[in-house]
C-alpha cells in the first residue's frame, strides 16, 4: 500500500514537473534572448537617431558620438547611401544581430557575441531544473509522509481485524485521526463486542441445554430402569428397549457437545507455550519497568500445548494488564505441566480480589476496580475456545489450563476436527 501511494505521487510530480518544467524552460530561453535583442534594437534605434540630426545639420557622420550607446564587445556597422562605417571588435561568429533603418536611407546594425546569451540562457535553465529537482524532493517527501500516514493505519486495521479473526474481540482504543479509518476500526470494535457477547452467549446456552438434558435423561433413565425390574415381562422388555433408546440419546448429546467443543477450537494448533511466554513477557516488561514494578518469568523448558496463538496472548494480555493496574508488587508469569494440561500462571504480591468478588470476577460489565468489566469475561471466553479453562486459584492468581498437545503432532499444524458429530 505504501509502495502504490508513493509510486502514484511521485508519478504525479514528475508528470507536472515534466508539463510545466519544459514549456516554462523554452519560455525562459526565449525570454532571455528577447530581452537581449530588446536592448540591442532599443540601442540602434537611439543610433540611428543622432545620426539621423548629424545627416540632417549636413555634418558629417562621426561615430565617436554613439560610442557611449555600443556595448563593450559589439559592433556598430552604419551603411549610409554607398559609404559604410564601423566601430567596435569583432563579434566572432553567429553574433546576434539587431538591424534599424535610418530616415537619411540608411541603416544601422549592432553586432554582439552570443556566447554571454547563451551562457544566461543555460544558467536559467539550470535554475529551473533545480527548481523542479526540488519541487521532486519535496513532492517525495510528502509522498512518504502521506504514504506512512495511510499505510500505517490501515496495517494497524488490518492487524486489528486479523486478531478479531482469531478471536480477540477486545476493543482496541488506538485510532488515527482519518475519520474513513476510525470509523472502520469503530465498526470492528462494535461487531467484536456482539462477536463476544453471541460466543458468550452461544457458550451458555450449550451448557443451559447440556444440564437440563442430562438432568432429564437421568431422570428418565432411572424410571426405566425401575420399570424394566417389573416382573410384568411385557412391560419390562417395552421399558429395557426404551432405555437402550435414552442410553444412544446420551451418547447422542455427547457427541453433540463435544463436535461443538472441538468446532470452536479448530483454529487451535500445536503451540510452544514456553516460547509464547517468553515473547510475551518481553512485551509488557517495559510497561512493568515503567511503573517501577517487575514482570518475572519461570516456565519449564518445551512446553507443547494446543492453543491458537492470538487468542493466548490477549487472554495473557488481559491478564497482564489486570496485574499491571491493579495489583502490587512484583508479577510473576510461570508455565508447567500438570494433569494432562499446561499450567500457566499469572500471580502478583497484592491483596488481589476481594472475596466477595470472586463468584463475579469473570462476569462480562462487572468490575470492582471501575474498568469496563470486560477484560477478564473476554480471557476465560478465549481459552475456552480453545477448550482451555481460566481460573481464580486465590484471590492474587489466575490460572489457565491449556490442554497437552499429543505426541504425534507438529508445530504450526492446526488440530484436525470432525465438525460433525460422531
Same mark, same amino acid.
Given at each position: 500500500?505504501?509502495?502504490?501511494?508513493?509510486?502514484?505521487?511521485?508519478?504525479?510530480? %514528475?508528470?507536472?514537473?515534466?508539463? =510545466?518544467?519544459i514549456?516554462?524552460?523554452?519560455?525562459a530561453?526565449?525570454?532571455v534572448?528577447?530581452?537581449?535583442?530588446?536592448?540591442?534594437?532599443?540601442?540602434?534605434?537611439?543610433?540611428?537617431?543622432?545620426l539621423?540630426?548629424q545627416?540632417?545639420?549636413?555634418?558629417?557622420?562621426?561615430?565617436?558620438?554613439?560610442?557611449?550607446?555600443v556595448? @563593450?564587445?559589439?559592433?556598430?556597422?552604419? *551603411?549610409?547611401?554607398?559609404r559604410?562605417?564601423?566601430?567596435?571588435?569583432? !563579434?566572432? +561568429?553567429?553574433?546576434?544581430?539587431?538591424?534599424?533603418?535610418?530616415?537619411q536611407s540608411?541603416?544601422v546594425?549592432?553586432?554582439?557575441?552570443?556566447?554571454?546569451?547563451?551562457?544566461?540562457?543555460?544558467q536559467?535553465?539550470g535554475?529551473?531544473?533545480? =527548481?523542479?529537482?526540488l519541487?521532486?524532493?519535496?513532492g517525495?517527501?510528502?509522498?512518504?509522509?502521506?504514504a506512512?500516514?495511510?499505510?500505517?493505519?490501515?496495517?494497524?486495521?488490518?492487524?486489528?481485524?486479523n486478531r =478479531?479473526?482469531?478471536g480477540?474481540?477486545?476493543?482496541d482504543?488506538k485510532?488515527?485521526g482519518?475519520?474513513?479509518?476510525?470509523r472502520v476500526?469503530?465498526?470492528l470494535?462494535?461487531?467484536?463486542?456482539?462477536?463476544?457477547?453471541?460466543?458468550?452467549?452461544?457458550? +451458555?446456552l450449550?451448557?443451559d441445554v447440556?444440564?437440563? =438434558?442430562?438432568?432429564?435423561?437421568?431422570?428418565?433413565?432411572?424410571?426405566?430402569?425401575?420399570?424394566?425390574?417389573?416382573?410384568?415381562?411385557?412391560?419390562a422388555e417395552?421399558?429395557?428397549?426404551?432405555?437402550?433408546?435414552a442410553?444412544?440419546?446420551?451418547?447422542?448429546?455427547?457427541d453433540?457437545?463435544a463436535?461443538?467443543?472441538?468446532?470452536?477450537?479448530?483454529?487451535a +494448533?500445536?503451540?510452544?507455550?514456553?516460547a509464547?511466554?517468553?515473547?510475551?513477557?518481553?512485551?509488557?516488561?517495559?510497561?512493568f519497568?515503567?511503573?517501577? *514494578?517487575?514482570l518475572?518469568?519461570?516456565?519449564?523448558?518445551?512446553?507443547?500445548?494446543? %492453543?491458537? !496463538?492470538?487468542?493466548?496472548?490477549?487472554a495473557?494480555?488481559?491478564?497482564?494488564?489486570?496485574?499491571?493496574?491493579?495489583?502490587?508488587?512484583?508479577?510473576?508469569?510461570?508455565a508447567?505441566y500438570?494433569?494432562?494440561t499446561?499450567?500457566?500462571?499469572?500471580?502478583?504480591s497484592?491483596?488481589?480480589?476481594?472475596? #466477595?468478588?470472586v !463468584?463475579?470476577?469473570f462476569t462480562?460489565?462487572?468490575?470492582?476496580?471501575?474498568s469496563t468489566?470486560?477484560g477478564?469475561?473476554?480471557?476465560? %471466553?478465549?481459552?475456552?475456545?480453545d477448550?482451555?479453562?481460566l481460573?481464580?486459584?486465590?484471590?492474587?492468581?489466575? #490460572?489457565i489450563?491449556?490442554?497437552?498437545? *499429543?505426541?504425534?503432532?507438529?508445530?504450526?499444524?492446526?488440530?484436525q476436527t @470432525?465438525?460433525?458429530?460422531?
Amino acid at each position: 500500500m505504501r509502495k502504490r501511494l508513493l509510486q502514484a505521487t511521485l508519478l504525479a510530480v %514528475a508528470l507536472t514537473a515534466f508539463v =510545466l518544467g519544459i514549456p516554462l524552460v523554452v519560455s525562459a530561453l526565449k525570454l532571455v534572448e528577447d530581452i537581449t535583442r530588446g536592448d540591442l534594437s532599443g540601442r540602434a534605434q537611439q543610433i540611428a537617431t543622432r545620426l539621423d540630426e548629424q545627416v540632417a545639420a549636413g555634418e558629417p557622420i562621426e561615430l565617436s558620438n554613439v560610442r557611449l550607446v555600443v556595448p @563593450d564587445d559589439a559592433r556598430l556597422t552604419v *551603411r549610409i547611401s554607398d559609404r559604410t562605417y564601423t566601430y567596435g571588435t569583432d !563579434p566572432g +561568429e553567429d553574433p546576434l544581430v539587431e538591424t534599424v533603418s535610418m530616415v537619411q536611407s540608411g541603416t544601422v546594425r549592432l553586432a554582439v557575441p552570443s556566447s554571454p546569451v547563451r551562457t544566461q540562457q543555460i544558467q536559467v535553465a539550470g535554475g529551473i531544473s533545480l =527548481l523542479a529537482v526540488l519541487s521532486a524532493a519535496t513532492g517525495g517527501f510528502v509522498a512518504i509522509v502521506t504514504a506512512r500516514r495511510l499505510a500505517d493505519p490501515l496495517r494497524h486495521v488490518a492487524d486489528r481485524a486479523n486478531r =478479531l479473526g482469531a478471536g480477540d474481540f477486545r476493543p482496541d482504543p488506538k485510532r488515527h485521526g482519518v475519520p474513513e479509518l476510525d470509523r472502520v476500526a469503530d465498526a470492528l470494535d462494535a461487531s467484536g463486542a456482539a462477536l463476544s457477547q453471541l460466543m458468550q452467549r452461544e457458550r +451458555e446456552l450449550v451448557g443451559d441445554v447440556s444440564h437440563q =438434558l442430562r438432568s432429564r435423561l437421568t431422570a428418565l433413565q432411572l424410571r426405566l430402569e425401575a420399570l424394566a425390574e417389573t416382573e410384568d415381562e411385557e412391560t419390562a422388555e417395552e421399558a429395557g428397549a426404551a432405555l437402550e433408546q435414552a442410553e444412544r440419546l446420551s451418547g447422542v448429546l455427547d457427541d453433540l457437545l463435544a463436535a461443538a467443543t472441538a468446532a470452536r477450537a479448530r483454529d487451535a +494448533e500445536p503451540l510452544d507455550v514456553s516460547a509464547e511466554l517468553s515473547g510475551v513477557a518481553e512485551e509488557w516488561r517495559e510497561q512493568f519497568r515503567a511503573q517501577g *514494578r517487575t514482570l518475572r518469568l519461570r516456565i519449564e523448558k518445551e512446553l507443547l500445548a494446543r %492453543a491458537t !496463538p492470538a487468542r493466548l496472548r490477549e487472554a495473557l494480555g488481559v491478564l497482564l494488564d489486570n496485574a499491571l493496574r491493579h495489583g502490587e508488587g512484583t508479577v510473576t508469569l510461570s508455565a508447567k505441566y500438570g494433569s494432562g494440561t499446561v499450567l500457566v500462571q499469572v500471580a502478583d504480591s497484592g491483596g488481589g480480589v476481594p472475596e #466477595e468478588l470472586v !463468584p463475579h470476577v469473570f462476569t462480562r460489565g462487572f468490575s470492582g476496580g471501575g474498568s469496563t468489566g470486560v477484560g477478564l469475561a473476554l480471557a476465560r %471466553a478465549l481459552i475456552e475456545a480453545d477448550s482451555g479453562r481460566l481460573e481464580l486459584s486465590r484471590p492474587a492468581t489466575f #490460572e489457565i489450563y491449556l490442554p497437552v498437545a *499429543r505426541a504425534d503432532d507438529v508445530l504450526g499444524v492446526p488440530w484436525q476436527t @470432525d465438525s460433525t458429530p460422531r
